[in-house]
């Protein structure tokens, strides 16, 4: 005599393989045309790619799919194989990168520049000043400063302007210095609550809502320029990056039309980056 | 609190204008989680029964596991399921990092502890009360425990708003393995991550808002259900 | 002919001794009462007769695996409806389908609960939910039915109704071991009556026997009323 809960038991198991695998949702087969980008939080939280990458896809019918992390995370997405390309802001992280062989070569493709924020009373008084004298001024006075100590190119370069005034680990010589471990905006809202001092880029300061009482205290320094490359990941290491695709983005974003559309990106009225691709 | 009024005025607003980008965000956050929700329901209702009723050498560390599971950080789980998924990883060569597909295999990880920890725990007390009724009418042990869900289905069914709910409101595990990429993986968490992290916190708190409104919606729809089988269950206890 | 048969069975739960060697024989055709106060084992005795539980010692069933059911204190029905709980005991218990509208409606006939077949069956009353129990282990035509303490939930009108049924199935030729505190209840129905304390069976005689004086001890005054918990 057959088991009657025991057969249903062997049809309720095989109905259950069928929902598993019905439900999963599998990913578009139109992702043909689809490339993977890693690049940084500030460059996103810009509204850069926003404005550029459906140019892009109108001209060429690539999709770019964009995942912001900070740039030591981005590179490292590239060394994994996880990105088709990185677009990121750290020239000697990026040189190393294509030094190791992860990437084919790296390409210039614009640049902002970095500004000091704090509060507009300024008690440490660096308003005006040039940013070497500024930080070792910050220092002295203790002020509070924000730093995202996260390994982004933001991050590598308040370390570099900290060693140019003499102080190699800021985090254990200043003594108002606190370290976040996250992106532009993060490290944004905790220094306006805190009503204290930081180095942002100055695409995510123009496109920051929340500045409560900071405002712009040290710009235009030299050492404050910031610069971005594109360089697409070797499928040599890894073989099965998209490279043709990813080349086509890096090849139209250094391309008078690329160069064009990054010009013309704009928050209220300034452009937020300056296209510099061929320097 | 005249942040929390403006948040609120937004969130009206976004929901009545239904802008296409939000509502591509909402679809995805019901769909990820939904499905999510659907598998860890048909792999951890049977596994909640069963572990009502196994016996077997080593079922008290493995109850010990999944006990501990349920404390398990979201981005925990997101971490080592991108290590998986990553072109570097074992699953490297499937190809879904980035992906829907993606997410929804993480929330199921996250939920799965969740559906069998709380299945077992209601089956084996409602066993404690029909087992030896159900043994004796001739069930196996495990067929025991399966009937129990059905005699528990409303228990089943509240099981299942909890993992949802643990679902749709993480943000840790698909923030990692989606890359909370625009038009794509974005939800409705990563969605108020990133306008928090942007300083645009009215925006955030607003979606934020409409996250809850989307869920209680849900609940809604599902007491509407319950209440519809009421007649029938009218002085039943 | 000899159903079901106990040798020197003990059943231990964890450090409690709930039966020491027990031995015991169920002829067909008997209605034997199991008396005893709270925790004298008359449930786990009960229950290893029917094969519900691990024990040490021999449990021999008669060869032709007779067909058994049990009736427990508080009647487990399923969140379903009447009908459907009686479909499920038919589906556990391997019978056909064709069969099923026929045997479920006799059931109901037979305990009084015709009409009721799309009822929750949880919404019924104790007695009503007692005698659907019965139905549903009538039903599946037991040639052995076992009773743990029927009717000590319920009230004396619905006492009096699932009684007559129990006499009803006896008389039928089903053979029935149950387990009671009433000592009424006992005189009644009994062909034979076992009497436990402390997880042993002390006394074990035909009715008549067991009433007539010849007890001593605990368990005279047991039947005497002054030692009934």
Redesign the interface.
Known sequence: MVSR??TC?RR?GLA?AA??TL?????ARAQDKAI?MAST?STE?SGL??HLLPRFKQATGIEV????LGTGQALDMG????ADLVFVHDPAAEQKFVAEGFGIERRAVMSNDFVIVGPKSDPAGVKGKDVVEALKKLAAAKSAFISRGDKSGTHAAELHQWKAAGIDAPAEGVAGYKACG?????A??IA?SANAYLLTDRGTWL?????ADLGVLVEGDKRLFNPYGVIVVDPAR?P?VKKVLAQAFADWVVSAEGQAAIASYRIGGKPLFIPNAGS | MSAFAASAATAVDLIVHADPGLRRIVALSL??SG?AC??AA??GL?LGAWLAVARFPGHRLLLLLLNTALALPAVLVGLVVYLLL????PL?AW???????AM??AQTLLVLPIVAALTRQFVGDALR??G?????????P??CA??ML????WAVMTVLIAAFGRAIAEVGAVMIVG????G?TRVMTTAIA?E??????PLAMALGLVLLAVVALVNALLGLVQRGQGP?????? | MTLVALHEVSVHFGAVRALHSASLRIGQGEFVVLLGANGSGKTTLL?VL?G?LAHRGRREQAGDAPR???V?QR??L????VLNNLR??LW???VPRTAWAGRCAAALRRVGLQGLEGR????LSGGQQQRLALA?AWM?QPQLL?LDEPTSSLDPSAKREVEALLAGFAAEGMTLVMSTHNLGQAKRLATRVVYLEDGEIHADLPVDEFFDGRLQGRARQFLKGEWTW
Do not use: E
């Open positions: 809960p025991a038991l309720a259950v929902v598993v439900t999963l949702p599998l990913p993977v939080t939280q790619f926003a799919k964009v995942v912001a060394r994994r194989g996880d996250c992106g532009m905006g993060a944004l809202n306006a496109s920051f809502r929340n500045r890894h099965h | 769909q990820v499905s659907a598998i048909v792999l049977p990553s072109r570097s990883g490297g190809g879904i990092l980035f992906t829907p597909t929804v295999i009360d029909g030896d009724q159900l043994r004796s009418m001739g069930a196996s495990l067929a399966l009937l059905l005699h528990g289905r890359g909370n990429i625009d794509f990133l928090t992290s942007k300083g645009d916190l029938a269950l009218a002085g039943a206890r | 229950r029917h519900l058994q059911a049990m427990f009647p487990f399923m969140r379903l409806s499920l005991a556990l218990g391997g929750p069956a949880r919404a549903r599946v076992f």
